[in-house]
């Protein structure tokens, strides 16, 4: 750069000033100041020099000529600066997902700043123009921003670009819509023609045949025969027909009178399907793809929701019977002290009594009818209730039946027994009230400090649901979760 500038010069690059003094100039001097502080000083005769400024910062240079006459005259430079330090964009997000043919607002949140410049968001430029949203794939919007000394600095935004099938999901919400609509108009035309059916019913006369069915009828007739067709099905798999006995005890608790267990198996299947449809037209309704693990996870709910009601029905089944089993034993106590064999008190506690008891002593009398001995009958009992006191009076009128024995004594300490242990039973179920209510907490409080987050901050759980990794994490939880159940469910538990 020939002689000394006046104006403002910044760059990234090194300057180099030279300065050629006149021909009246004897001799001058030269002084250099970087960030207002002296680096360089000289005195020269009247030659050329080359003042290299290399180093980033702000320069600025000072001569002082001299003349024959010994005048001087100062002459000053404008700032000579020297900026290598980038600009820096940022971008609010940096990952989009749209769908084939949308847009995207693509400098929201986005910013450029520079040390010596200030705010340069105006300056940025992008290559969006060149960029087809109309196809699939994953896309790079390339930022970049060039500051007064021709720094330059880039960022590089990705968008997802997947298949817009949001007219797929219109006409499945349509098609949803019509259904719905068609079961509506077909329900209000049946509840209409039960109305009137009603209200002629008094002044007709109904046929002794009459071989129609209603509605609800029908299609539980039609669930059945898929029921008995997929149990064929899965009657050929020796694994499911194992695994399908676990079922039994509950065909014989709740009186279900089905042909075999494969039909529970069946069921429940057929409610996975359930769940997957449901969930379905939920995300069609909320214009939302159906995921895999969506599927996975509304199948396996579904299909263990037969599981769980009958095992909540089953332990209420339990809870009912060893309950009573006091008042059953009591009545065959009395029956023997009026000298009633045990076939005759077993008949006597299915008549005194109702319920679940009743139903069990109903079948102990069946099976003695049909010639089963009482130890087989009592063991057959006790293994079906799986209870203390079931196996206490199997274990005794087994005893009995082999070695014989005065079963008036032997019921009385049954009864006394049995009497001890139901009082023992509500002593402790009081004086540990506080450690099951503390156990109650510490099981419910997650789950609903979860519900409290969720309603509080609705994508709070989001990445959980959305990526292979949040499902893994979940997957541990649950487990970790489980796993804390039953540790504070066997801490707490009293045995007797």
């Given at each position: 750069?020939?002689?000394?500038?006046?104006?403002?010069?910044?760059?990234?690059?090194?300057?180099?000033?030279?300065?050629?003094?006149?021909?009246?100039?004897?001799?001058?001097?030269?002084?250099?100041?970087?960030?207002?502080?002296?680096?360089?000083?000289?005195?020269?005769?009247?030659?050329?020099?080359?003042?290299?400024?290399?180093?980033?910062?702000?320069?600025?240079?000072?001569?002082?000529?001299?003349?024959?006459?010994?005048?001087?005259?100062?002459?000053?430079?404008?700032?000579?600066?020297?900026?290598?330090?980038?600009?820096?964009?940022?971008?609010?997000?940096?990952?989009?997902?749209?769908?084939?043919?949308?847009?995207?607002?693509?400098?929201?949140?986005?910013?450029?700043?520079?040390?010596?410049?200030?705010?340069?968001?105006?300056?940025?430029?992008?290559?969006?123009?060149?960029?087809?949203?109309?196809?699939?794939?994953?896309?790079?919007?390339?930022?970049?921003?060039?500051?007064?000394?021709?720094?330059?600095?880039?960022?590089?935004?990705?968008?997802?670009?997947?298949?817009?099938?949001?007219?797929?999901?219109?006409?499945?919400?349509?098609?949803?819509?019509?259904?719905?609509?068609?079961?509506?108009?077909?329900?209000?035309?049946?509840?209409?023609?039960?109305?009137?059916?009603?209200?002629?019913?008094?002044?007709?006369?109904?046929?002794?045949?009459?071989?129609?069915?209603?509605?609800?009828?029908?299609?539980?007739?039609?669930?059945?025969?898929?029921?008995?067709?997929?149990?064929?099905?899965?009657?050929?798999?020796?694994?499911?027909?194992?695994?399908?006995?676990?079922?039994?005890?509950?065909?014989?608790?709740?009186?279900?009178?089905?042909?075999?267990?494969?039909?529970?198996?069946?069921?429940?299947?057929?409610?996975?399907?359930?769940?997957?449809?449901?969930?379905?037209?939920?995300?069609?309704?909320?214009?939302?793809?159906?995921?895999?693990?969506?599927?996975?996870?509304?199948?396996?709910?579904?299909?263990?929701?037969?599981?769980?009601?009958?095992?909540?029905?089953?332990?209420?089944?339990?809870?009912?019977?060893?309950?009573?089993?006091?008042?059953?034993?009591?009545?065959?106590?009395?029956?023997?002290?009026?000298?009633?064999?045990?076939?005759?008190?077993?008949?006597?506690?299915?008549?005194?009594?109702?319920?679940?008891?009743?139903?069990?002593?109903?079948?102990?009398?069946?099976?003695?009818?049909?010639?089963?001995?009482?130890?087989?009958?009592?063991?057959?009992?006790?293994?079906?209730?799986?209870?203390?006191?079931?196996?206490?009076?199997?274990?005794?009128?087994?005893?009995?039946?082999?070695t014989g024995g005065n079963i008036i004594?032997?019921?009385?300490?049954?009864?006394?027994?049995?009497?001890?242990?139901?009082?023992?039973?509500?002593?402790?179920?009081?004086?540990?009230?506080?450690?099951?209510?503390?156990?109650?907490?510490?099981?419910?409080?997650?789950?609903?400090?979860?519900?409290?987050?969720?309603?509080?901050n609705k994508g709070y759980f989001d990445?959980?649901?959305?990526?292979?990794?949040?499902?893994?994490?979940?997957?541990?939880?649950?487990?970790?979760?489980?796993?804390?159940?039953?540790?504070?469910?066997?801490?707490?538990?009293?045995?007797?």
């Open positions: 750069m020939e002689g000394l500038s006046i104006n403002e010069i910044s760059t990234f690059e090194d300057i180099i000033v030279t300065y050629n003094p006149s021909l009246n100039v004897t001799n001058y001097s030269y002084v250099v100041y970087k960030d207002n502080v002296v680096i360089e000083k000289s005195d020269l005769i009247n030659t050329k020099v080359d003042i290299k400024l290399t180093d980033e910062g702000k320069y600025k240079i000072e001569i002082i000529n001299y003349d024959v006459n010994g005048v001087e005259t100062k002459i000053s430079s404008g700032d000579y600066i020297i900026d290598r330090s980038l600009p820096i964009i940022k971008l609010q997000n940096k990952t989009y997902k749209i769908k084939t043919g949308e847009s995207i607002n693509y400098l929201d949140g986005v910013s450029a700043t520079d040390n010596l410049d200030g705010d340069i968001t105006g300056s940025i430029t992008t290559n969006i123009d060149s960029i087809d949203f109309n196809k699939e794939g994953v896309k790079k919007i390339e930022y970049s921003v060039t500051d007064s000394s021709g720094n330059i600095a880039k960022e590089t935004a990705y968008v997802t670009v997947k298949y817009n099938n949001t007219n797929l999901i219109r006409m499945g919400q349509f098609g949803i819509i019509i259904v719905l609509l068609f079961i509506i108009l077909f329900l209000c035309r049946y509840i209409r023609s039960i109305k009137l059916e009603k209200r002629f019913s008094k002044f007709t006369i109904n046929s002794s045949k009459n071989s129609s069915i209603s509605l609800f009828d029908y299609l539980y007739n039609k669930y059945n025969i898929l029921v008995d067709k997929l149990s064929k099905s899965l009657s050929k798999s020796n694994f499911l027909i194992n695994r399908s006995k676990r079922y039994e005890k509950y065909n014989i608790a709740f009186n279900l009178n089905d042909e075999n267990n494969m039909k529970f198996m069946s069921r429940k299947i057929f409610i996975g399907f359930i769940f997957i449809l449901v969930l379905l037209c939920v995300n069609l309704i909320n214009s939302k793809i159906l995921s895999i693990y969506g599927v996975i996870f509304s199948f396996v709910l579904g299909f263990y929701v037969l599981d769980i009601i009958y095992i909540i029905k089953y332990s209420k089944y339990r809870k009912q019977i060893e309950n009573d089993m006091l008042d059953a034993i009591t009545i065959m106590n009395n029956g023997f002290k009026a000298g009633m064999s045990i076939i005759q008190t077993i008949d006597l506690v299915t008549k005194e009594l109702s319920g679940p008891i009743s139903r069990e002593f109903e079948k102990i009398s069946l099976e003695l009818s049909y010639g089963l001995d009482i130890e087989v009958v009592f063991k057959r009992f006790s293994e079906r209730i799986n209870s203390s006191e079931a196996v206490y009076l199997a274990s005794s009128l087994s005893i009995l039946n082999t004594k032997v019921f009385n300490s049954i009864e006394k027994t049995m009497y001890n242990r139901r009082k023992l039973q509500q002593e402790l179920k009081s004086l540990t009230s506080s450690s099951r209510f503390i156990m109650y907490v510490l099981i419910f409080v997650p789950p609903l400090f979860v519900i409290f987050l969720s309603i509080m990445p959980l649901f959305n990526n292979p990794l949040g499902i893994t994490l979940l997957v541990i939880i649950l487990i970790i979760y489980i796993t804390y159940i039953f540790v504070v469910k066997s801490l707490m538990k009293v045995r007797m």
